[in-house]
């Protein structure tokens, strides 16, 4: 139940295209909805975020679609570029409690080619 | 601002040797988490904590851990290695209510 399913594992996208990456979650309490973004060598970094109460978040070209009655939500970088090649992954917490821990997606590598 | 520091950033034990992964934060946050990454499973969570004397186990706890002694530190310890052991080690820590400030990692190798 507390599983979140990410897809697909890999990604090749051409400069200027959408990459689109999905996420599942089975467990119906969570209520924040994260992604990071992490370069080889460093941390996960986080990239935008939603709540369940709107069905999409826009920032700039990053944009999370958010589907509450089939549980999935993903993440669409428009007009992709080089420098977005990095690890996604997609994550949720239970965060009416008073801390969120965050369940893992289990990644997608995007790469970008110019 | 330094964020969340961790060291070392790279080691290599030995079976049955014992290590602690050390991490600090100076955002004063409450909450701080420890997460391994092997490759294609995500981050997995190994303990957490939600402030100074307050420690949890979270998804994979076995054959580590941990102390919260202060808001700034929350050392991991691996005390009999194992092959097992062998990954990224992310430390993390938070507000409440806020986003995940992550470490830059530790990598370790077990042989």
């Known amino acids: 139940q507390q599983q979140v399913k990410q897809s697909p594992q890999s990604l090749i996208v051409q400069k200027g295209g959408i990459s689109i990456i999905n996420c599942a979650y089975e467990?119906?309490?969570?209520?924040?909805f994260p992604w990071y973004q992490q370069f080889p060598g460093k941390g996960p970094a986080l990239l935008i975020a939603i709540r369940p109460d709107v069905s999409e978040k826009k920032e700039g070209r990053f944009t999370i679609s958010f589907n509450k009655s089939a549980k999935q939500f993903s993440l669409h970088i428009m007009d992709s570029q080089p420098g977005d090649s990095a690890t996604y992954f997609c994550a949720a917490s239970i965060k009416g409690t008073s801390y969120g821990k965050l369940t893992f997606g289990q990644g997608t590598i995007l790469t970008v080619h110019p | 601002n330094a964020g969340v520091t961790q060291t070392p950033k790279f080691r290599i034990l030995k079976i049955g040797q014992s290590m602690t992964l050390q991490c600090t934060q100076d955002m004063n946050h409450n909450y701080m988490y420890w997460y391994r990454q092997d490759p294609g499973m995500g981050l997995k969570l190994i303990y957490y904590?939600?402030?100074?004397?307050?420690?949890d186990k979270g998804e994979v706890p076995n054959g580590y851990n941990v102390s919260r002694s202060t808001t700034e530190d929350f050392p991991l310890r691996l005390e009999l290695a194992a092959p097992s052991q062998t990954s990224v080690y992310f430390c993390a820590s938070s507000s409440a209510g806020g986003g995940y400030t992550f470490g830059s990692g530790t990598r370790l190798t077990v042989v």
């Open positions: 904590s939600v402030g100074a004397g307050i420690t």
């Open positions: 467990n119906t309490a969570f209520d924040y």
